[in-house]
């Protein structure tokens, strides 16, 4: 016996109307990296499945005014390719790059990764830290959200049932903006993350900072940027000791945030060292115009 | 449900559950077996196939997804007369398969990086076979077999 059924949405309309036809728990279906595993976990999940990978809008990575705009079942593999997003954000091209090998990069899509909100999802750091805005479509209209508010915590977001993420988009950083993803894994490839870092920032005329972004990811139950941090480099002109002490608030605050636990000892170090790596690739030379 | 698709070249028609892989679907309704289940999970590339000139682990895949769409498995792979291509051929030559396991996944990940990028890096080479585990030669072999591959069909495209 079948566990659920399988329809094919070939509009962004229709897949809204399956997703909230009566009777029948639907769930969307797009890269299905995740999905697919968990319906074998929960084969009470959903009564059917709708396909949305093949609804060309849907893939679509537009540049709209000053905003780019990125269909919410763009594989990552589509992302890295994307000469639009390689301009305004080389941050969330190393994160997208960061996921899993080419197989799962050909299949999961943005969306998919920010929906699903795994805890240790290599892109929220990075949208997050482009403060992107999710655009979700329900029956009864549209409504857009932060990806920092949408998603609630792991695995967790605001996505109404029937709802339905057609695209992330992210406003283009300032001329002269610098921004970096690193990732720490036990390995390089098909390694789930133990800790990332997604950072971005501008110098003013005078070597003053004028913008710093910064978002640990796999650091805390709520991916959101650490003002705190962000607060203490503003107006300060880069030095190793000014990144050595925002990295230490960045572990500080993880640790206020998550609790200690087991991990905090090998995560506050860890962290620390790469947030310090982050801001010096972002403030000096190392970091990719963004 | 009737899944219709392209299968290395042909077109097919199968009658299989909504919730059948697209592996289960080759290897137990099409019975072409030349595509492995390893981990079941996406992790060890295995079960690769081209979908859309894309590769893709096939224990992710469900068949329907396949629909009207076009597959390449490992039994699409060869030379026109029959016998293994060049890239199967270096595999052979260059002491690549050894239990043999993973090898239909890591000529489809060679093929697939050959079609994208005809000269590689080594170090693309390896990005490139990341997702397929192979526990018995330590790639080596592997790696070199797909780059002995690009440079004979380098020459052979420019002289």
């Known amino acids: ?290 | 449900m009737i899944i219709e698709f392209s299968l290395n070249g042909t077109g097919v028609s199968v009658d299989a559950p909504a919730d059948r892989t697209l592996l289960a679907v080759l290897r137990d309704h099409l019975n072409l077996t030349g595509t492995k289940e390893g981990c079941g999970v996406g992790e060890c590339g295995a079960c690769s196939v081209l979908l859309d000139g894309r590769l893709v682990n096939s224990c992710l895949v469900l068949a329907a997804q396949a629909g009207g769409r076009q597959v390449i498995t490992i039994e699409g792979i060869r030379s026109p007369d029959g016998g293994p291509n060049d890239l199967q051929q270096a595999f052979i030559d260059s002491g690549a398969v050894q239990c043999g396991y993973c090898i239909p996944g890591m000529v489809l990940a060679g093929e697939a990086l050959l079609a994208a990028n005809s000269r590689p890096k080594r170090t693309e080479i390896r990005q490139a076979i990341a997702g397929n585990l192979c526990r018995c030669t330590g790639y080596q072999q592997i790696v070199d077999a797909i780059q002995a591959t690009a440079t004979k069909r380098q020459e052979q495209n420019h002289g």
């Open chain 1, 1 to 290: 016996m079948e566990r659920f059924g399988y329809v094919r949405a070939l509009s962004i309309l229709e897949a809204v109307a399956l997703l909230n036809e009566p009777g029948i728990r639907s769930r969307p279906l797009a890269g299905g990296t995740d999905l697919i595993l968990i319906t074998r976990t929960e084969p009470a999940l959903c009564d059917r499945v709708v396909d949305i990978t093949q609804i060309p809008d849907l893939h679509h990575i537009t540049l709209e005014g000053d905003r780019v705009v990125i269909g919410a079942a763009a594989t990552f593999s589509e992302v890295i390719e994307n000469q639009i997003v390689s301009s305004t954000a080389p941050m969330l091209i190393q994160a997208c790059r960061q996921v899993g090998a080419t197989q799962i990069r050909n299949m999961g899509t943005l969306g998919g990764n920010v929906a699903n909100a795994a805890a240790c999802a290599d892109s929220l750091p990075a949208l997050v830290c482009l403060d992107a805005v999710a655009r979700v479509l329900t029956p009864n209209g549209e409504q857009e959200w932060l990806v920092s508010e949408m998603v609630r915590g792991p695995n967790r977001t605001i996505i109404p049932a029937g709802g339905l993420l057609v695209s992330l988009s992210y406003t283009v950083p300032m001329p002269g903006s610098q921004s970096v993803f690193i990732k720490l894994g036990r390995r390089n490839a098909m390694a789930i993350s133990r800790l990332t870092v997604a950072a971005l920032g501008r110098l003013d005329e005078t070597g003053r900072i004028a913008e710093a972004r910064l978002v640990p990811g796999s650091a805390t139950p709520h991916i959101c940027r650490f003002r705190v941090v962000e607060e203490s480099l503003i107006d300060q002109v880069p030095s190793h000791e000014l990144f050595q002490s925002a990295a230490r608030l960045t572990a500080d605050e993880m640790t206020r945030q998550s609790g200690r636990r087991w991990s905090s000892e090998f995560k506050e170090p860890s962290l620390t060292a790469m947030t310090a790596r982050a801001l010096a690739q972002v403030f000096e030379t190392g970091g990719r115009n963004a």
